[in-house]
């Protein structure tokens, strides 16, 4: 079981010397640091904008009620990030415009299953896709641990870069516009015959 610690007073100026004590069921602690950043969080901004004359449906927490491919309460209307109770992330809505993009083709992607890379730019940086190991070992969930080496990145087909959830804002993000720019190999092939 996961607890969270619960700040119990905070000292100094965020910019200068900052010490959190806290308590974590019962034990006590200090967190000391130069910067404080205080987040309480997000909420929808859908309430009295109309969604229900579109027949548009609300979960109880105000996020746009949708379906594993995006698709609302509304026949051919579709939600896409956080209104939609998406992981609060630009790579993310991104990969949501990809699904409606892809369903409205023709095909069938769903959102479930899908790896949502998380990251944190301090120094050093950190990010990672799903549970980390620690997390994993908590919860007595059994796992596999796998290392590469970058150069064996290089070995995979543009594809699989292309269609990638490459975390924002970051430089390899930049890949997806240039491998979706290359012409697939069977269509470059047609051209030239």
Same mark, same amino acid.
Request: hydrophobic share 40%; proline share 6%; glycine share 8%.
């Given at each position: 079981?996961?607890?969270?610690?619960? &700040?119990?007073? &905070?000292?100094?100026?965020?910019?200068?010397?900052?010490?959190?004590?806290?308590?974590?069921?019962? !034990?006590?602690?200090?967190?000391?640091?130069?910067?404080?950043?205080?987040?309480?969080?997000?909420?929808?901004?859908?309430?009295?904008?109309?969604?229900?004359?579109?027949?548009?449906?609300?979960?109880?927490?105000?996020?746009?009620? =949708?379906?594993?491919? +995006?698709?609302?309460?509304?026949?051919?209307?579709?939600?896409?990030?956080?209104?939609?109770?998406?992981?609060?992330?630009?790579?993310?809505?991104?990969?949501? $415009?990809? %699904? #409606?993009?892809?369903?409205?083709?023709?095909?069938?992607? =769903?959102?479930?299953?899908?790896?949502?890379? $998380?990251?944190?730019?301090?120094?050093?940086?950190?990010?990672?896709?799903? +549970?980390?190991?620690?997390?994993?070992?908590?919860?007595?969930?059994?796992?596999?641990?796998?290392?590469?080496?970058? !150069?064996?990145?290089?070995?995979?087909?543009?594809?699989?870069?292309?269609?990638? #959830?490459?975390?924002?804002?970051?430089?390899?993000?930049?890949? %997806?516009?240039? $491998?979706?720019? =290359?012409?697939? %190999?069977?269509?470059?092939?047609?051209?030239?015959?």
């Amino acid at each position: 079981m996961v607890m969270s610690a619960r &700040v119990t007073k &905070v000292e100094g100026k965020s910019g200068q010397s900052v010490k959190l004590r806290m308590v974590q069921g019962r !034990s006590e602690g200090a967190l000391e640091g130069t910067h404080l950043l205080a987040a309480t969080g997000r909420t929808p901004n859908t309430e009295g904008i109309g969604l229900e004359l579109a027949g548009v449906e609300l979960r109880d927490d105000g996020y746009v009620k =949708v379906n594993e491919r +995006l698709e609302t309460t509304a026949p051919d209307v579709w939600a896409i990030g956080e209104c939609a109770g998406s992981p609060k992330f630009t790579h993310i809505a991104f990969d949501d $415009f990809r %699904v #409606i993009r892809d369903n409205l083709a023709g095909g069938h992607r =769903v959102t479930t299953g899908r790896q949502v890379p $998380f990251c944190m730019f301090t120094d050093p940086e950190l990010a990672r896709v799903g +549970l980390s190991e620690t997390e994993a070992k908590a919860r007595r969930i059994p796992y596999r641990l796998a290392k590469i080496p970058m !150069s064996a990145v290089l070995q995979l087909p543009y594809t699989a870069l292309r269609d990638a #959830i490459l975390t924002h804002p970051t430089l390899p993000e930049g890949l %997806v516009a240039l $491998f979706s720019s =290359v012409t697939p %190999v069977a269509k470059a092939l047609e051209s030239h015959a």
